[in-house]
């Protein structure tokens, strides 16, 4: 959990287990993790996953679940390869998108051009999606299948936005009244 407040320094409280459960979600979860602690020792920024770390985790094709650490290596994961796409990227969403395109939308179009426009991005690129897809269950034989088209990759992050959402959904569910509040 980080937490920002109007000062612009960050609260970082690492999770205390490797899925992300609704039980952690819990007020009694939260006093206890910053129970006896000062601001100063909460300061901490999150863990930040170097280039070279991003690039090994995705060359990886080890199975994958959704855990608290593979979802911040994916967030990391993505922001890189995002980057290494954003030469062509604003010029794409300054010419090409309006209001009626939604993030996956977008986020698809300009991975698809930046698999179509060159090599060394484009490995990156698949390497994200393939890790993406591993995350979501499916075997390596399912995911060496897959041309990737800009449909397939909205349908990508359009599955992993419905898996994020249900993990939260769950979570603040339990925190919030007991299960009853969503």
Not at 15 to 43: A, F
Not at 71 to 87: F, H
Not at 97 to 108: E, G, K, V, Y
Not at 139 to 161: C, G, N, P, T
């Amino acid at each position: 959990f980080i937490h920002t407040p109007n000062r612009g320094k960050d609260y970082f409280l690492p999770s205390p287990g490797s899925i992300p459960w609704k039980t952690y979600h819990s007020m009694d979860k939260y006093i206890q993790s910053v129970q006896n602690r000062s601001w100063k020792s909460l300061g901490s920024q999150a863990p930040v996953h170097t280039k070279v770390g991003i690039e090994h985790w995705l060359k990886r094709s080890t199975p994958i679940g959704f855990t608290v650490s593979s979802i911040q290596w994916l967030n990391d994961a993505l922001l890189y390869v995002l980057k290494k796409c954003a030469n062509s990227a604003a010029r794409i969403l300054s010419n090409t998108f309006t209001s009626s395109f939604t993030l996956m939308d977008q986020i698809a179009y300009i991975l698809k051009k930046g698999l179509d426009k060159s090599k060394v991005v484009s490995q990156w690129i698949t390497r994200l999606l393939n890790r993406m897809m591993t995350m979501l269950g499916y075997s390596k034989a399912e995911i060496l299948a897959i041309e990737y088209r800009h449909d397939i990759i909205r349908f990508v992050f359009l599955k992993m936005q419905y898996r994020m959402n249900a993990i939260t959904k769950r979570a603040l569910s339990h925190a919030l009244v007991g299960g009853k509040a969503i």
